[in-house]
């Protein structure tokens, strides 16, 4: 029987083929006292466990290092990188320990409690991509407590058209598979995926994730449609079943009909053929049909990311969200040293081209050290984040400006600042990046020029423009978030996700206000949140007056599509028109 399941679109496209389930990982644990002579004893049982399993990634890491790069995305080794982090994290050892000779917790118990608390502390944190650190910290805590059972890893082994299971050999023989298999899980490693060559999987399916968890990043990066969220999945699919992932609509169909099969299988074809349209536009400049001159910039976050940026046509970074190189370290920030060399690795990556470098975005949602926690801020996103953090910290902020000035003698880097909103914040953020200038000078190090930015993400910087663009060089606007505290939607909340509207009239007159004032003061600017990579907003943007956007590379070559058919000049009169309506949403449907 024909049946969908609705989940979260990550990666586009249309997969047909047969279901692969792996089983789930969770283990039963056994909760007992011990005595306290065990103690030791226990301790080291969770340190061997541990120990193999940080083992067991360095030997992944190596394989990695051999392979043909074009079998294995460069952000697998980035979140296995992730993983021995959480691994040597001292808050999970400290707090097993804890567990363990003050409660007299046996081992296990001990692992998963002391899970349970850091989880607590990753549920609150309001920014999505590090909230869903939480699922690569179950994934590192299942793995220790195999490695001390001496339990292999859970993966179900497909089957052949023979009815036969197929061996992992089998799987790394792409003629020995005889349909395209469909990964079904509720949840997957990093190490789980490298067990698999990239050709043998036509796409991802799993129960939990967002848009920004590991699976989604992955699915991207190998350019395979994937539905993360989708629920109970992995229990409604069985071993075996013809399904359909519909990357576009975020739905997989399962065992579908041969009328639903054809239509699916054209929709495949046709997005084959477009995607063989779309890399023919890959040097083809970015320019509209009267002629004006539209700049596709990347974002990214981390350095190896620039070599996507490329590949995809952009001609620069326009964001590097820099607070991935913060996460997940608990009070163990990463050093001028480590953070000069990963922007040196993006500026060299990108061979000339611009990198704007935004400071980390992190807050009292996000905590740096989770420790020094303030529960009594009931609204995180409200709170100390972004700027305001940066600047209630100065030394941490004058590392990061001393390594990204450093990195600007290696090419052409900008700076961007995220959530400014008073004059009296941009004086303080003028003033520490002289100063970090005077420390380098001091200590006779070299650095390069920087344009300096704003993010244009609360209503009351929009409101106040004037002020910005008497100290900043450019401006970025970050439609994520400026829609979140123009309509006060939660973004994190599913009961209001419904009303979190890109094309609220509020919303669009702000974008516009800020594109006009902007350039009438000859200054750049761009949009950098999900609006830039929608290409159903394209031409609205371009009518808006926008000439610059940064988004997912993977959806450069699409939005420069919508580019090269535009006519500005049409679609300013179409635009202004527009947002003097009510619901201007159905007027853009009839558009599109």
Known sequence: MTFSIHGLAVA???SIGRAVLVASTRLDVAHY??????????????????DAVVAEIHRLLASIAQMNPKDTPHELAALLDVHLMLLQDEELSNGVRHWIKDRLYNAEWALTTQLEVIARQFDDMEDEYLRERKADLEQITEKILRAMRGVSSPLMQPLGRNGRKLTQQDLLLDDTVDVPLILIAHDLSPSDMLQFK?????????DVGGKTSHTAIVARSLDIPAVVGARLAS??????????IDG???????????????????????GE??????????????????GQKIELLANIEMPEDADSALKAGAVGVGLFRSEFLFMGRHGKLPNEDEQFQAYKRAVEGMQGLPVTIRTVDVGADKPLDDTLRDDAHLNPALGLRAIRWSLADPAMFLTQLRAILRAAAFGQVNLLIPMLVHASEIRQTMALVDHARVQLDNRGVAYGPLKIGAMIEIPAAALTLKVFLRYFDFLSIGTNDLIQYTLAIDRADESVAHLYDPMHPAVLRLVAQTIE??????????????MAGDTTMTRLLLGLGLRSFSMHPAQILSVKQEVLRADTEK???WADELLQEDEPSKRIAKKA
């Open 12 to 14: 586009r496209g249309i």
């Open 33 to 50: 006292f011990i005595e306290p002579s065990q103690v030791a004893a226990e301790i080291s049982r969770v340190r061997e466990g541990r």
């Open 198 to 206: 990239q050709s043998v999987f036509a796409g991802f399916v799993t």
């Open 235 to 244: 229990h409604l699919i069985r071993q075996d079943d013809w399904v359909v």
């Open 248 to 270: 576009d609509a975020g739905v997989v169909v399962v065992d579908p009909s041969p009328i639903i099969l054809a239509e699916y299988g054209f929709k495949q074809r046709q």
């Open 273 to 290: 053929l477009q995607r063989g349209r779309l890399m023919r536009l890959l040097h083809t400049p970015s320019v509209t049909l009267d």
């Open 517 to 530: 004032q902007a350039q009438a003061q000859n200054k750049p600017v761009s949009v950098c949140g999900e």
């Open 571 to 573: 679609l300013t009169l």
